[in-house]
């Protein structure tokens, strides 16, 4: 029997918020292994910059820039594609955002904020992308979740409270789109060092903090997240469904 397939080729992935960090390396892994790459931000600038990066290496890439936040908007941009582009085979959603203030402090608009950036956002777009791929009988769905969708940090209940509605959405999008054909779980990242952790990455503080209670003790690299994310959209994790992914050096096996 042959080992199952790890390639993407002929295959076309949507990433949403992928202009830079986390996402960026998630395309630029995806397109590594075969996949044509839609990116997806707000900034068409930064999306164009991203693009010729991506394309300076050899990759397939086409930009889409609308906001996953506004269903209408969502539900467009995934029609424009499928009949400009062709079909969506994997969608990663990635788009988040994160405010660390104590919860007491905490203003209700930038509740809502992040629960539409890392909430309705995987809602909307999964949705609108599910409904062309159940028709075709196939699709992978790949949620960014968090080592936060299972633990805490004092500042981020907002936050932790998101990540972990993601997670158990995964799961319903498993149970619910399953027998239709499709694969959706989470890939939840640790620490990494981006543009967006640059502040805690310099705490001398948090740092000592981080590499004392991660087991491999140093922070993640974004490039370390491919592996995982083509895995996830890959043949070879066939029968993988509502299933969360830590990549997270061990930190949420350690007390």
Known sequence: ????????????????????????ALARGLGHSGARLILNGRNLDKLEKAAIQLRSEGLSVSTRAFDVTQSHAVQLAVDEIENELGAIDILVNNAGMTRRVPLQDFEVEHWHEIMRTNLDSMFFV?????????????????????????????????????????????????????????????????????????????????????????????????????????????????FVNGHILFVDGGMTASL
Not at 128 to 157: D, F, H, W, Y
Not at 170 to 184: F, H, I, N, R, S
């Open 126 to 238: 999964g949705q609108a992308v599910a409904r062309k791929m159940i028709p075709r009988g196939r699709g992978k769905i790949i949620n960014i979740c968090s080592v936060q969708s299972e633990l805490g940090r004092p500042g981020t209940a907002p936050y932790m409270a998101s990540k972990g509605a993601a997670k158990m959405l995964t799961k319903g999008m498993a149970v619910d789109w399953g027998p239709l054909g499709l694969q959706c779980n989470g890939l939840a990242p640790g620490y990494f060092k981006t543009e967006l952790t640059e502040k805690l990455v310099n705490d001398p503080v948090f740092n000592d903090w981080l590499i004392g209670r991660t087991p491999s003790r140093r922070w993640g690299d974004v490039a370390e997240l491919s592996g995982a994310a083509v895995f996830l959209s890959s043949d070879a994790a066939s």
């Open 1 to 24: 029997m042959n080992a199952p397939s790890f390639r993407l080729d002929g295959r076309q992935a949507l990433i949403t918020g992928s202009s830079g960090g986390i996402g960026f």
